[in-house]
């Protein structure tokens, strides 16, 4: 327990420091890089050193940006609590009764009683050096009150002048768009009853023009699979500050006496440019319990290569290639279920089609697994066609508003899990198809927006439920089958965040494989999420969604730092390409560990064209990293490149690395650092040089890569 009313929370290079004497609830005072111990005079020292002073036309107690800021302390910026009892009660006041604290971790409970209203606060440096805010409210009165926002702060340096969000649409989740942090607030809202397309994975703010290597920058990021807000707000009188909560629509939280609601985590990163602050966020997942250990299989999942096209014949042809090539994972997706000929019937009749597959799943399964390979297979358990048993039987069991249907959305409507039958007959029919066969692997789709959210039976809002009903279904399922891997896919990206990820065992990046888009959807998806646990495949030829063709190394190249897999139908590929292909999966496999273990770096470049991403080990001994040229490059040659993250002091042998053999690209003569490995001499440079100053780099056509090994030889 800490003594002093000035807080200091440390841990993994993180400092919290909290100012308990302001009015109502304690104030952030600093949120960043840890900065040793302080001893309790120079804490109260801090604390009166940031008290402002009262300036003409303000208030006469100059409101603080506290935990929750509340109007009813002077604040008059976004509130971080709102909500009302039947109209009254507009203003809640929240003033700490108890606070317990260890040098990470503090909880606090405050009350309103003239509202009738508690908050509990559990605030948390987490191992990884996360600051992660826990925030709940409690109805202590005898009459219902209305929650309509909660929200957890978290304070922005001076020198953060510049915000990054992501934005997207189906098929380009997670582009990046910037601008600057002024006065008033920029606000990013989700509305879609899951994270959607087009929302931003992380809002931060840093020092202008921060990026991947260099700049201080704060960002957050709210854990939960539903409509959500995040905002970032700059006061006339010089507070800056990121927000972070649900989106809750009028009526949806409505506590009855006693009742509590929980806001999402929130979670905040920090760091010495993105590389850092998404270097907290990989390491708090791969601390979790349920995070994967085992090594990621190589996976096929059928889509692209079948379509609805269910034939056995054809199924197996494909799977002994896949088998051949060295694939761990073989995926049958959509199509397999009652009336599923194409994506306009059946969604909700969740029993193999006798159809086609008059002796069910168990052929196709059982030659999967002689081949040595894991069967998965694709459920959408939210959605239901209108053409469907289901819905023809259950129409009060979809999502809906006043009696109507909501405009459709790729021939389907929403499923509302939060009707207990609903919730029970969709388990039951997972279950009993995951109990009859030998089903490792669920790929988990959730392939529309919501609309009108409400419960067909009450009218009343639904989105938050139906997420909590979600959860549980997850976490059931995981129960009742140990070792099942789920994967979390929702058009593509469009449902990426720590919530799912807590249920889940991967995210579907994107469907778009297409390698050009690839590049920066994965990069931007790794602000959060580590490689092991985002889908990275190895498309056909020409991509389906955009029509580009490219070859096989740049497909591979991009795909291979993630959860690596194929979706291609392979089954009639040269001898040439199948060798290939088995190649690259071979090289894959020979740096997974590190890959899915290690440090993942990304390079300030200024030219736009060119893309340098790599994972360095744990410990440094090693490293694998990606050129690749989207584009023609700005100078002829490229010039260098260099290669962030690697031990200073270490040195490293450079060397192409397989499958390449020889650069490709157009360069006229030899490159003295391909060349001297080529002759068993590898050139050998320091971390330090090889951060700071590079190596030059290969001159390429646009749209190809190249990977590049570096391995310590001493220090």
């Known amino acids: 327990m800490q003594s002093s009313p000035v807080l200091h929370l440390s841990r993994s290079g993180t400092s919290v420091v909290l100012d308990t004497t302001t009015n109502g609830l304690p104030a952030v005072l600093y949120w960043g890089e840890a900065l040793g111990d302080i001893a309790d005079d120079q804490l109260a020292a801090l604390a009166a050193a940031l008290r402002p002073q009262r300036v003409s036309g303000g208030i006469d107690i100059p409101a603080r940006l506290t935990l929750v800021p509340q109007e009813s302390f002077g604040w008059q910026g976004t509130a971080g609590f709102t909500g009302h009892r039947g109209g009254s009660f507009i203003s809640a006041a929240f003033t700490t009764t108890d606070l317990r604290s260890t040098a990470s971790d503090v909880r606090l409970t405050a009350v309103d009683a003239v509202a009738g209203l508690t908050l509990e606060a559990e605030l948390t440096v987490t191992e990884a050096g996360l600051f992660r805010q826990r925030l709940g409210v409690i109805n202590t009165a005898d009459v219902a009150y209305e929650v309509r926002s909660l929200l957890a702060t978290f304070p922005l340096p001076a020198g953060a002048q510049e915000v990054l969000d992501t934005t997207g649409r189906h098929l380009r989740e997670r582009s990046p768009q910037r601008h600057a942090l002024t006065a008033g607030s920029y606000r990013r809202e989700s509305r879609k009853g899951r994270p959607g397309a087009d929302a931003t994975l992380l809002l931060g703010a840093g020092e202008p023009a921060f990026g991947f290597q260099r700049g201080l920058v704060h960002a957050v990021h709210t854990a939960w699979s539903g409509n959500h807000q995040l905002l970032v707000e700059k006061t006339p009188t010089g507070e800056a500050f990121l927000g972070a909560g649900e989106l809750l629509l009028p009526g949806e939280i409505v506590l009855a006496p006693g009742q509590r609601y929980d806001a999402p985590e929130a979670l905040g990163s920090w760091g010495r440019g993105l590389n850092e602050l998404a270097a907290r966020f990989h390491q708090e997942l791969r601390l979790r319990a349920s995070h994967p250990r085992r090594p990621r299989p190589i996976t096929l999942n059928t889509w692209e290569a079948v379509y609805f096209d269910h034939n056995l014949e054809r199924l ?39 159809a086609v597959w008059p002796e069910g799943l168990t052929p196709l399964i059982d030659h999967v697994r002689s081949r040595g390979m894991e069967f998965g297979l694709w459920f959408e358990p939210e959605m239901v066609n209108p053409d ?14 006043e009696g109507r249907l909501p405009v459709p959305g790729r021939q389907q409507q929403v499923l509302n899990l939060a009707n207990p039958e609903a919730f029970d007959y969709i388990l039951k029919s997972i279950d009993a198809v995951l109990t009859e066969n030998d089903i490792s692997y669920v790929k988990w789709d959730h392939n529309r927006e919501v609309l009108d959210g409400a419960d067909a039976r009450t009218g009343h809002a639904v989105i938050h439920e139906n997420v909590l009903a979600l959860y549980r279904l997850l976490d059931e399922l995981k129960q009742r089958h140990p070792g099942l891997e789920i994967e979390s896919c929702a058009s593509g990206g469009a449902r990426v965040d720590l919530g799912i990820l807590a249920r889940t065992d991967r995210i579907w990046t994107s469907d778009c494989i297409d390698p050009i888009e690839r590049l920066p959807n994965q990069k931007y998806t790794g602000l959060l999420v580590p490689p092991e646990l985002m889908g990275m495949h190895v498309g056909g030829p020409v991509s389906h969604s955009t029509g580009r063709a490219h070859g096989l190394s740049f497909r591979a190249a991009t795909a291979v730092f993630g959860h690596f897999g194929v979706e291609w139908d392979i089954s009639d590929l040269s001898a040439e390409d199948t060798a290939a292909l088995a190649e690259w999966i071979e090289v ?18 200024p030219d736009p064209a060119m893309d340098v991403r790599g994972v360095v080990a744990r410990d440094g001994s090693s490293a694998l990293f990606g050129y690749s040229l989207t584009a023609s490059s700005a100078s002829y040659p490229p010039g260098r490149i260099v290669f962030p993250g690697l031990d200073p002091e270490g040195s490293y042998s450079i060397s192409l690395a397989a499958p390449h053999r020889e650069l490709p690209g157009n360069g006229q003569s030899a490159l003295a650092w391909v060349e001297a490995a080529a002759e068993g001499s590898p050139l050998s440079l320091s971390g330090r040089l090889l951060g700071s100053v590079g190596l030059e780099a290969p001159v390429l056509f646009p749209e190809q890569s190249v990977l590049i090994e570096l391995r310590r030889t001493e220090g």
Request: glycine letters at 8%.
């Open 316 to 354: 197996t042809h494909l799977a002994d290639k896949a088998a051949a090539v060295g694939i761990e994972r073989f995926v049958l997706d959509d199509g397999w279920f009652s009336g599923r000929r194409d994506d306009t019937a059946g969604l909700g009749d969740w029993f193999v089609d006798p």
């Open 388 to 401: 469907s048993d289901l819905a023809r039987s259950h129409p009060d069991w979809i999502i809906q508003a």
């Open 588 to 605: 894959h496999k020979a740096w997974r560990d590190v890959l899915h273990t290690g440090h993942t770096v990304y390079a300030d470049l």
